[in-house]
């Protein structure tokens, strides 16, 4: 037991500066690795791998059909005409009892 920590004891810590020299000096003596040894790729190839990804995902999407489109799309522009409609209203009334604001 008493040997156990006596080595526990004596044992340099892994972490902290001394480590960091120790990386730093080995990082100083390898040689210098090129672009595609460090797996690195070039702005093309991944432009070229993210449009390849881009094609694939587009064939995984479920489309609807051209009566669903123009379904939603009549939805879409009777919703405006609706809130077009209301907020012009409301801009008339304002727009009355600001004029007769001014005017008493």
């Given at each position: 037991?008493?040997?156990?920590?006596?080595?526990?004891?004596?044992?340099?810590?892994?972490?902290?500066?001394?480590?960091?020299?120790?990386r730093?000096?080995?990082?100083?003596?390898?040689?210098?690795?090129?672009?595609?040894?460090?797996?690195?790729?070039?702005?093309?190839?991944?432009?070229?791998?993210?449009l390849?990804?881009?094609?694939?995902?587009?064939?995984?999407?479920?489309?609807p059909?051209?009566?669903?489109?123009?379904?939603?799309?009549?939805?879409?522009i009777?919703?405006?005409?609706?809130?077009?409609?209301?907020?012009?209203?409301?801009?008339?009334?304002?727009?009355?009892?600001?004029?007769?604001?001014?005017?008493?």
């Amino acid at each position: 037991m008493a040997r156990e920590m006596a080595t526990k004891t004596t044992q340099k810590p892994r972490s902290g500066f001394g480590s960091a020299l120790g990386r730093a000096r080995a990082a100083q003596q390898a040689p210098a690795k090129t672009a595609a040894q460090q797996g690195r790729v070039s702005v093309w190839g991944r432009l070229k791998r993210y449009l390849r990804e881009v094609k694939v995902e587009m064939g995984k999407v479920t489309w609807p059909a051209r009566k669903e489109v123009a379904q939603a799309t009549s939805v879409v522009i009777v919703a405006v005409v609706i809130a077009s409609a209301y907020i012009g209203v409301l801009d008339l009334i304002w727009s009355y009892i600001v004029k007769l604001v001014r005017l008493g």
